[in-house]
């Protein structure tokens, strides 16, 4: 890519005025070259975001979008300089690969030799010599991602747009065009922002992320640390599957709080937070983050119970355990050789930690946020 970095800054968007799935004042910074994911459910307004940026929709309420200090409201969709990966390709039946990269640098007047060269860069980086001459029906879904990719780039936007690129693909196809995906990233370093319901993808591709909820932003920052410190139980949920234990703060310590489950199981909670005494909240437990431990060799703070149900996938055992007043807790253990395999009706501890467990809000983001010691 020959074009400079550029951030991005949305200053209060809103669309559809506000009502849902449209965005309600939306303000974030994308910094210069980063891969920025807003991660939420459908109907959240992600989709809103991208088309905001690049003027197939109407920004309401009087706010901005400034790419590098400029605020792009006035420019039309061409001259905007955007790449823009639809979800379902948006491909044109009739032109074969080597014409859909072509297309937007015949619209710049490029002359025709610097286009082949282009195009021939192009589809070979992105995978595609192999099909240059076919169309899109004759593709596989995987690689008609790959050309609604290798499109976008092609024309070197000073900014990329991706819409669910990820979507809908078998996990084989998934996995390795996102790891596609994070090279290309890293050689082109263009300023991208990508929006998925996936935690899984917004996760491994992220510098930084936003989960949206209902059209606003509900957190901002790194994707493990979000992952890790959820501000609320929409936040936990966006980030993949959580245990979620309804608990009442009984103790409060110079460095954090002590929770009870509705089944009398004790928790230190580390971190300052807006938890006190008789404050009800949530316990987050991710259950690829749990450890089992038989109950008679455990030593650190966590749930004693009784396992209910064991699925082996491969590469993993998930567990049911019961920790009494009717809560289940799932945990998902490596299935690496030699590892205790526990069967149904073992007692069991399952332990937590700093790394693990998390308290939040019964409903809306808290002022801060505390962690398990």
Known sequence: MSRPLVDIRLDAVSTRQGRRPGLDRVSVHVRYGEFFTFLGPPHSGKT??????????????????LVDGQ?????PPGGRSVGYVFQE???????DVREHVAFGLEQQAMAPADIAQRVQVVIARLGLAGCADRRPPELTLAERRRLALARALAVEPRV???DEPLAHLDPLARKALRLELAKLHRDLAVTTIHVTRDATDALALSDRLAVLHEGRVQ?????????QHPVSRDVAEALGPANFLPVRVIEVRDLGVV????????IPVAGLGAYGKGSRGLLVLRPELLVLTEASMARSPGLPGTVTLRVFEGARHLYEVDIGANQLVRVELSASFGDRIFRVGDRVRIETSSDTVVIVPESGPPDSVSRVL
């Not at 605020?71 to 420019?75: H, K, V, Y």
């Not at 929770?259 to 004790?266: A, K, P």
Request: glycine share 16%.
């Open 48 to 65: 809103d975001v991208l088309k905001a940026i690049a003027g197939f929709m109407p920004i309401t309420g009087g706010g901005r979008v």
């Open 89 to 95: 390709g948006a491909l044109w039946p009739h032109l």
């Open 219 to 227: 957190q901002v920052g790194e994707p493990a640390d979000v992952y």
């Open 259 to 266: 929770v009870e489950t509705d089944g009398g199981h004790r």
């Open 71 to 75: 605020d792009i409201a006035a420019l």
């Open 160 to 162: 990329l747009l991706l």
